[in-house]
Each structure stands twice: as C-alpha cells, then as structure tokens.
C-alpha cells in the first residue's frame, strides 16, 4: 500500500513539474512573438513527466528525462514549423547528458556521441545539399552521449528508419514538401525513446 501510495505520489509531482515548466516555456515564447503553446500540449507533457515519475520514481534519470521530453518536444515544433532549431536546444541537451558523466563514465559519452554524429556526417557529406542539416547532426550528437554507442547507434537507425517511411508515404500521397523535411521530431521519437528506456537497456 505504502509503495501504491508513494508512486501515485510521485506521479503527481512529476506531471506538475513537467506542465509547469511547459507552461513556462510556453510564456517566454509568447514574449518573444512566438505562438504560445497550447493548453493540450501543455497537459500531454504533463502526462508524459507523470508517467515517467511512475516509471522510475523521480530518480536523477527521471529528472533528466523529465526536462530532456521538454526540449525535445519544443524543438521538434520549431523545427517543424520553421525547418530551423536555436542552438540553445541542443547545448541544453548535452548539458543534461555531462549530468550523467559520474553514473554513465567518459567513455560512453564520448562514443555515444561518435556513435551518432559518424554517420550522420557521411550522409551530409555524400548526400544531398538539403538533407542532413547541421542542427540534426548537433541534436543527434547530443543525444548519442546519454547511451552507450551500440545504444545510440540502435536509436539513430530507429529514428532514420522512422523518417524514411513516413517520407515516403508523404510522396506516395504527393505531399508538398515531401523532400524537405524536419529530422527533428524523428530524432526525438528514435533517440529520445532510447534515452527514456536506458535505465532497463544493458550496453
């Protein structure tokens, strides 16, 4: 009973600091003539940090993971509208990952990293001019570092995987837009679901 009564606490404390911080977010940008994110979104990260808090009971993980599905939910929808993302995403994203570098060890974050940023960079470098951009290698890079390589490696691939399909059914449809698209949101959907599971992942 005390165990019930300490998760459903610790839902509740993880679906308030996270629509807190969403709603926060959500001002800033409407001070700077941004759209103010809406009351749904608000509600869904919400529930996101609630179910992650039930999940791993506010550990440090938790905490990480709680701020981590912020940037990467307000980067997606800025790189989904204006096919662009600031800086500041990404260099919050490693900051969340040297957190870890006590727990995780140097090495893991340096060839999480490599993990990712390798390949991504050979496909700038061979591949068309308005495919990977330079914002998805930064993100990508950010995110291989909390996850060992084989793990980081597993989440790019996930993600890559995941954009590839969904592009080609917009040109079977014939989609505007179909071959610019935002990596973003994949790379939160691939990588992001590797971070939040990395606790039950063994490298």
Known sequence: MMMLLQRLCCVALGAGLNTAVSI???KINQSRGRDKRSIRVQFLMGAIGGLCAGLFSLSAHTVSILFLSQILCEASLRDQKEHRMEDAFWICTLALSLARLPEAGPMSFLFGGAAAFIPLMLVRLIGKKNGI??????MAVALGTFAPPL???CGLILSCGLALIVQKIRKKKGKDGADCFAMIPYLSIGMGTVCLLLPYLKA
């Not at 951009?133 to 930064?138: F, Q």
């Open 24 to 26: 926060l977010v959500g």
């Open 133 to 138: 951009g330079g914002a998805d290698i930064k």
């Open 151 to 153: 793990w980081s490696s």
